[in-house]
């Protein structure tokens, strides 16, 4: 065990476990002047709260996007939407979270409200809420009945209240709307049970008296502990990282110990300037970063993506639900890099989910269910812990077809391996099958199919040692994307050409080249000739 000079008000952050090893629960500070060996060690001792650790363990989540703007066909109302537009004629929670458990997801978000600042229960803060819609003669609360619903099957449930407001007089206003906002927060905080998630996306407009919002997180998120001690804060919270994109893709290397300050410490922005970094950076934890950062935190990705292009419903939209292939395809990089999945299905204007996106929900839920259903390895969940270098042999049941990799890190004692390989043993000899950088809490790769007598792993890099707690190996059916005419990969791409920026290595068909471009840049193709393809 190493020695650190370390603060002394950050030893009361020190844990220390049965086997001695000393942990830092969710937030490091680096001591000036630790060399690069003692701060990478204590990136590796950075560990989830209890909270942390069971959202992460959740794996699967709903998103449910619906209110005003399912009535006006918007993705964001302006806030002068009359409540009278608020009448679904079929509502039905319980139908709508029953479909979600029975898909295999473990909670659901629900936005309580949008940006146009409607209210989907009767709060006292406003007149703009369900209380004055004529859905069960403004006695309906759809807060209150999802809620219910999720007691009913078992499911965790949590709430998404936009800090942007598009209705409240006091917003940009700052210290009225923070006060404003808090009341709307201890109302659902109080009156709903136990929420398991607090979301608040990073939206931020103008106020309508012309003045930007400058919120009180400090406040917002004491209020939060005081009433739900057991819920996490994502976004703009401390607990949960945005993904950095809304397409459903994970980062292949995803740090939960990461360097990146969460949305709501008042030092976020100078903090994150001075390591250069955003919520899209592509890099948020490695060696050089960390070496050069102040502080460390457990601040885990969480991968948010709509079912449909849009967040709200819009009928126009029903062909244009994403396929069982794409949905799967997120499904490994979101939940198999180190992720949970928020997976937006919305309600349409009968108040039920829509019949495509169930069957399609379903299709998911089977197809996960299928794959991972029975693990070809033998042993594969005793804990192994390996130094850097380290390899481990599971032996295959006989005869089993395998194309997909399972791996996992005991994050409950931090996430340390940085690089690691798979191969397989068949014919006498080993054989290539897949790689990958970090682990985390899951990792999943795939590769050709092969049935081989065993496996090697080798854990080639790793920050301390690493706890490797569970190996798997599974078969996945191949899927065909359904909703292409022509299959993408079917497409030339030799007459490509890309326009403005100088990004051929996206398209030059060699996996191990890549255009990196910073925040938003377009990708501009020049296709050469036209072609039909859909999806
Ligand atoms: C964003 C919002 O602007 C979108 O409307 C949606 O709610 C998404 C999940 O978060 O910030």
């Not at 949960?240 to 008042?266: C, H, I, Q």
């Not at 502080?295 to 029903?318: K, L, N, T």
Request: with cysteine; net charge negative.
């Amino acid at each position: 065990m190493k020695k650190f000079i370390i603060p002394s008000v950050l030893l009361s952050l020190l844990l220390s476990c049965g086997s001695g090893e000393k942990y830092f629960e969710k937030h490091a500070v680096i001591p000036q002047g630790a060399t690069n060996e003692e701060i990478i060690d204590i990136a590796a001792r950075v560990t989830p709260t209890r909270n942390q650790l069971e959202w992460q363990q959740m794996e699967l989540t709903a998103f449910i996007h619906y209110g005003i703007n399912t009535y006006t066909n918007r993705e964001w109302g302006y806030g002068d939407e009359s409540p009278k537009l608020f009448n679904p004629s079929d509502f039905d929670a319980e139908a709508i979270v029953r479909t979600f458990k029975g898909a295999g997801m473990s909670g659901m978000i629900y936005t309580a409200k949008h940006h146009d600042g409607f209210c989907l229960w009767p709060t006292a803060t406003t007149e703009y809420s369900v209380k004055n819609s004529p859905w069960k003669d403004g006695k309906g609360d759809v807060v209150r009945e999802l809620r219910n619903a999720c007691e009913k099957y078992g499911m965790k449930f949590g709430v998404y209240l936009s800090p942007w407001d598009r209705n409240a007089v006091s917003y940009g206003d700052s210290p009225a709307y923070n006060k404003f906002f808090i009341e709307q927060l201890t109302e659902l905080l109080s009156n709903y049970g136990e929420v398991h998630e607090v979301w608040f996306d990073g939206a931020c407009g103008e106020g309508p008296n012309g003045k930007k919002q400058e919120y009180d997180w400090t406040a917002i998120l004491a209020k939060i502990r005081e009433l739900q001690p057991k819920a996490v804060t994502a976004i703009m919270g401390d607990d949960v990282r945005w993904v950095g994109n809304e397409g459903g893709l994970g980062r292949e290397t995803e740090w939960s110990a990461s360097v990146f300050a969460p949305g709501s410490y008042t030092h976020k922005k100078a903090a994150n300037d001075s390591l250069g970094l955003n919520e899209m950076s592509k890099d948020l934890g490695s060696r050089e970063l960390v070496a050069r950062a102040q502080e460390a935190y457990w601040y885990p990705s969480e991968v948010d993506v709509s079912i449909r292009p849009g967040w709200f419903y819009h009928d126009y939209q029903d062909s244009q639900v994403r396929s069982l292939a794409n949905l799967v395809n997120i499904y490994y990089r979101s939940v198999g890099c180190n992720s949970v999945l928020l997976l937006n299905i919305p309600p349409d204007r009968r108040g039920l989910l829509h019949e495509v996106d169930v069957q399609r929900i379903k299709e998911l839920s089977d197809y996960i269910s299928k794959t991972f259903a029975e693990n070809q390895v033998v042993n594969g969940n005793s804990l192994w812990k390996a130094e850097a270098g380290a390899t481990m042999e599971y032996t295959l049941k006989p005869g089993a077809m395998v194309n997909t990799f399972l791996i996992q890190e005991d994050i409950a004692q931090g996430q340390r391996v940085e690089d690691f390989l798979v191969e397989t043993y068949s014919n006498g000899a080993w054989q290539y099958a897949a790689e990958g950088t970090t682990i985390g809490y899951k990792r999943l790769l795939r590769f050709s199919d092969c049935q081989p007598e065993k496996i090697r792993v080798t854990i080639r890099g790793t920050r301390a040692t690493a706890n490797i707690s569970n190996v798997g190996m599974y078969y996945a059916e191949p899927l065909v994307e359904q909703n292409a005419r022509v299959l993408l990969s079917h497409v030339n791409t030799a007459e490509w050409k890309s326009v403005g920026a100088d990004a051929a290595m996206a398209f030059d068909g060699n996996r191990e080249t890549a255009w990196t471009a910073e925040g938003l840049s377009a990708l501009i193709v020049d296709m050469g000739k036209e072609e039909a393809v859909k999806g």
